[in-house]
């Protein structure tokens, strides 16, 4: 049974790799963006014990998934059930053009255009991935990775497929 839990930088591909699996696989996806973040602006965090709700909800009415995403206080929740761990460890610079070549994720904004206006923060906060210390940093992420026991790889280009 496939549950794969993704997780690196923002711009990383999380993402496209959990679409692909989605396809190849014919899992359910969670992307933690669609339950870390109260929908009000400007946006806050949700209560972990709201988004661990919701979390639980997913596995409970999904056998076969793939979770994502950079909230290391999240994926601690789900990485004791998961079958198979990607850490996506790309180059900050990678990361940054992953980012100005995203389509418009509908999901997360009412346009391109609101989307755009938000790359130079985004890309901010890309740069800062190996200096950080919170739930988002490198070292959160490095410290998941280590700690999983079971089926694991660590990616350090966009060229998964080498």
Known sequence: MSKFVIFGNSGSGKSTLAKE??????????????????????????????????????????????????????????????????????????????????????????????QDANLKMLMDWISMYDTREDTFSKVAHQKLFDSFKGKKIMFSSNDRRS
């Not at 949700?46 to 919701?54: P, R, V």
């Not at 206080?73 to 900050?92: G, Q, R, S």
């Open 21 to 114: 699996l989605v396809m190849k696989h014919n899992l359910s996806h969670l992307d933690l963006d669609n339950i870390a973040w109260q929908q009000i602006l400007p946006p806050e965090r949700m209560l972990i014990s709201d988004s661990e709700k919701l979390i639980s909800d997913f596995l409970t009415s999904n056998k076969r998934w793939v979770i994502e995403g950079c909230y290391s206080d999240l994926l601690k929740l789900v990485i004791p059930m998961a079958t198979d761990v990607v850490f996506l460890n790309l180059p900050i610079n990678e990361c940054i053009n992953n980012a100005k070549r995203r389509p418009w994720e509908q999901h997360k904004y009412e346009s391109k255009e609101k």
